[in-house]
């Protein structure tokens, strides 16, 4: 897909992820994990601002009380409040080891954050999936995983996509109120991306599966049955997630990171690490807030 890519803020993230639009304000959340850093970028003023995080964050979603975002830092869930760039402990994730961070999340149509846990050193296989329902939490999904990603859920709530970034490949199971059905393979991109690695997925409004393409430098498109629609070039290499913001839903925010360049490689791609947009060729949905309790 050849469409015009515009580098929109100089973030200069190690490991640019979590990025979503926050309907409400009017502005784009992000994080860079490895600094500790959650950024938020207005894209109708140019303005931005970051905040410092207590441990790595991995995500952050508006939530439906009190003006906050429910985070995933290192060692559990936190609140962040905006106007006091507060965070907040909220819970543990029990049974977590020491070694393992969270990575990356989203909400359901119902209010459940669905996140994973992953190894820190990305070489253990101890990462899983868990459901956050309204104050408690449980594991929900696969697990075994060095490197999870996603979940994302589509427009209607009946289909959740889980990454297992390592090995290439994209999962899916059904999804309602009450829970998740079997899990089946979505999309091997090994086979597609021999060298590149699924990151951060999400739907658009017509089901079709983006995510990142870590060392691929692209995001890349599925249809809903995990056939290749195409691709996005970023002038970036490593590329950790999408998503749908703006008035319209029409503009796609690209997350990117440098923790894995050499300064040869940043030669090559002096834009890497930055945040980028393009227009979509297909709109977003508005995306579920968490809720709390």
């Not at 969270?102 to 999936?129: H, I, K, Q, Y």
């Not at 589509?154 to 899916?172: C, E, H, L, M, P």
């Not at 809903?224 to 970036?236: C, D, F, H, Q, Y």
Request: glycine share 12%; with cysteine.
């Amino acid at each position: 897909m050849n469409l015009p890519v515009t580098n929109v803020l100089a973030a200069d993230c190690r490991l640019g992820e979590g990025v979503l639009w926050d309907a409400a304000r009017g502005v784009v959340w992000f994080v860079d994990i490895k600094r500790c850093r959650l950024w938020h970028f207005d894209p109708a003023t140019g303005s931005s601002r970051f905040a410092e995080a207590p441990s790595a964050i991995g995500w952050a979603i508006p939530a439906e009380e009190g003006g906050l975002l429910l985070c995933g830092l290192k060692d559990g869930l936190y609140t962040f409040d905006p106007e006091t760039d507060t965070f907040t402990k909220l819970c543990e994730v029990p049974g977590e080891p020491a070694g393992n961070r969270l990575n990356d999340a989203c909400t359901d149509p119902w209010g459940r954050v669905w996140f994973g846990s992953m190894d820190d050193g990305e070489a253990a296989a101890t990462g899983r999936f868990y459901v956050f329902d309204r104050g408690a939490i449980r594991p929900a999904g696969p697990s075994g995983i060095a490197i999870t990603n996603g979940p994302a859920v589509n427009a209607d709530g009946s289909r959740i996509y889980f990454t297992d970034t390592a090995r290439q490949k994209i999962f899916v199971a059904d999804l309602s109120e009450e829970g998740i059905g079997e899990l089946r393979l979505f999309a091997d991109t090994g086979a597609l991306f021999p060298d590149a690695y699924p990151d951060g997925p999400v739907v658009d409004s017509v089901d079709h599966v983006w995510t990142g393409m870590y060392l691929g430098g692209c995001v890349a498109r599925f249809t809903p049955e995990g056939t290749l629609a195409g691709t996005v070039a970023i002038p970036a290499r490593d590329i950790t997630k999408m998503a749908f913001g703006g008035p319209a839903l029409a503009t796609a925010y690209v997350t990117t990171a440098t923790k894995n360049m050499s300064a040869e490689d940043m030669a090559e791609r002096p834009l890497a690490g930055n945040l980028f947009a393009f227009p979509a060729p297909v709109a977003g949905f508005a995306q579920a807030r968490a809720r709390l309790s």
